[in-house]
């Protein structure tokens, strides 16, 4: 069957031990991947998801010791919501102020109770109540009950000057459908996708444009399930949107394409395959330091120049 969705989401983060320590040990995310950034790699990419990274839970980082905070604004995407069950509103909601973690008032959005936040960087988060969500299996870490358990993404939501032109891609490329409107946001679903089947659009009108740093997301991935599929999404964004994208980058993990979507977001379009389990065993996923065999030659000096991170 075709999945679409979300693939992952990249962001920009501060120091690397904050960042790894807040999404492992405070929302019990599994890190998946660590690697380096394929284009820079005197720096991390830390990818985080659920056991096996699944595409539809996966956030990655560029953590960078010294970072500028970024700015949010409009040709962003603004928050990463995740899933959680129903009943789990009240347990993160006490786990996250006992965190120390910045938090809003629960609130409802499409019917659905939602819970903001932001990461140590400023990034914002949300945790929104699925119901069901309970019965699905879950990765648990340390002391976060499987029940209460973050499971994959819940949406995205991106801010845009105007939300059609990205609706239009969204609906024509990535198989999503426009199936409400409440106030200023309009919210796509991806068929049948439970995994980060949802794309809110927040249509800001005139806003002032972002700015690139911590607490920022670089881009969000769509899924292709396979090359074939990425190529027809390609072929279709120049046919009717005159859109070119990049060439296509193997990442090792997922081969991916770039593009701008007409409210200048960062698009990228990723293979569901090969996944995290190709370079190391499923078990001990993101324990060793991966590099693509083009930079294996230069381990030592990479090693080196990283910060350490436990
Ligand atoms: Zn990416």
């Known amino acids: 069957m075709l999945q679409n969705g979300i693939h992952h989401v990249t962001a920009i983060a501060g120091p690397a031990q904050r960042n790894l320590d807040f999404y492992t040990r405070v929302l019990g995310l599994r890190l998946v991947k660590k690697t380096v950034n394929f284009d820079d790699p005197g720096t991390y990419h830390f990818y985080y998801g659920d056991e096996s990274g699944q595409p539809g839970t996966i956030l990655t980082f560029f953590p960078w010791e010294h970072a500028a905070p970024g700015r949010l604004g409009a040709g962003e995407t603004q928050e990463t919501v995740f899933r959680v069950p129903e009943g789990s509103i009240g347990y993160w909601t006490h786990r996250l102020v006992e965190k120390g973690v910045v938090l809003e008032a629960p609130q409802q959005r499409f019917g659905e109770t939602v819970l903001a936040f932001k990461d140590p960087d400023g990034m914002r988060l949300a945790l929104g109540a699925v119901p069901g969500t309970e019965h699905e299996p879950a990765w648990t870490a340390d002391e976060i009950p499987a029940e209460h358990a973050i499971r994959g993404f819940h949406s995205a939501s991106l801010l845009v000057t105007r939300a059609a032109p990205t609706g239009a ?88 394409v770039y593009f701008r979507e007409p409210n200048g977001i960062l698009f990228e379009i990723a293979t569901d395959d090969p996944g995290f389990a190709v370079d190391e065993p499923a078990e001990t996923l993101g324990q060793a330091l991966k590099l693509p065999r083009f930079l294996e030659p230069k381990r030592a000096r990479i090693e080196a120049v990283l910060p350490k991170v436990v």
């Open 169 to 256: 891609i969204l609906t024509d490329i990535f198989g999503f459908t426009e199936i409400a409107r409440e106030g200023s946001l309009v919210r796509y679903k991806a068929g049948d996708t439970v995994l980060g089947g949802i794309i809110d659009l927040r249509e800001a009108g005139e806003f002032p444009r972002g700015r690139s740093g911590a607490g920022t997301v670089h881009h969000i991935a769509f899924r292709a399930t396979t090359d074939a599929v990425q190529a027809e999404m390609v072929k279709k964004l120049a046919e009717n949107h005159g859109i070119r994208t990049t060439e296509q980058k193997d990442r090792d993990y997922f081969r991916a």
